[in-house]
Each structure stands twice: as structure tokens, then as C-alpha cells.
């Protein structure tokens, strides 16, 4: 699985992280998510969020399977109180943006908090 830039009219697909795919999906997840985000992240990081929120992390494949858009996020009580979701990365391929991907894997997190 890559992160290789958009060839023209490519159907996506919008799936939810699957830990029992891990060896697939991580590898491609870190390098979207470092190549777009400015702040590193160890593997630690990653597997905090996945191992804990899986069902809340949302990928974006292409026809060949690429990886082109990922959201990871959480949910878990403020203070003590009512749940509160969180978006902890999302990131779309530079040659996909502007195609509202990253707002429709958004969307499926928010459905999934609910």
C-alpha cells in the first residue's frame, strides 16, 4: 500500500481501520500522516489511538488499494463528564485534495461517534 499521487478518474473507497490488517494499513498511515502533518509522531502515538479508537479511524483507497486520506480520532468522558470526539490526525494526498475527501472521512467519524 502507497501514497502515490491521484491518476485521473479513480473511484475511492472509504473503509474503517481493521487492526487485524495492521502489517497493511500503519506503514501507509505514518507516511501520509508525516509527509502532510508538521508534527512527528512515534509508532507509539499511532498504536494509542488504533489499539483504543480503531472503529473512529477511516481510510480512503483508490482502485490498487493506495492509501490517499486517513482521519484518526477518539472519543472517551471530558472531565468526567459527557463523551467528547477528538480528531487526532487527518490527511489527504496532496494529488487528491480538493475533492472533499477529507470532509467525507470526517463525516464517517462523526456518524461513528453518535
Not at 73 to 101: D, F
Request: some cysteine.
Amino acid at each position: 500500500m502507497s501514497t502515490n499521487p491521484a491518476p485521473a478518474a479513480q473511484t475511492l473507497r472509504y473503509v474503517q481501520y481493521d487492526s487485524s490488517k495492521e502489517t497493511q494499513y500503519l506503514s501507509a498511515i505514518r507516511q501520509l500522516i508525516s509527509k502532510d502533518l508538521s508534527e512527528p509522531y512515534s509508532i507509539y502515538v499511532y498504536r494509542y489511538f488504533l489499539y483504543q479508537w480503531g472503529h473512529l479511524c477511516f481510510m480512503t483507497l483508490d482502485d490498487h488499494d493506495n492509501l490517499v486520506g486517513v482521519v484518526v480520532s477518539k472519543l472517551e468522558p471530558h472531565r468526567g463528564g459527557p463523551l467528547r470526539g477528538y480528531i487526532a490526525m487527518l490527511a489527504v494526498n496532496e494529488g487528491y485534495r480538493g475533492q472533499g475527501i477529507g470532509m467525507d472521512i470526517y463525516a464517517r467519524v462523526d456518524g461513528a461517534q453518535h
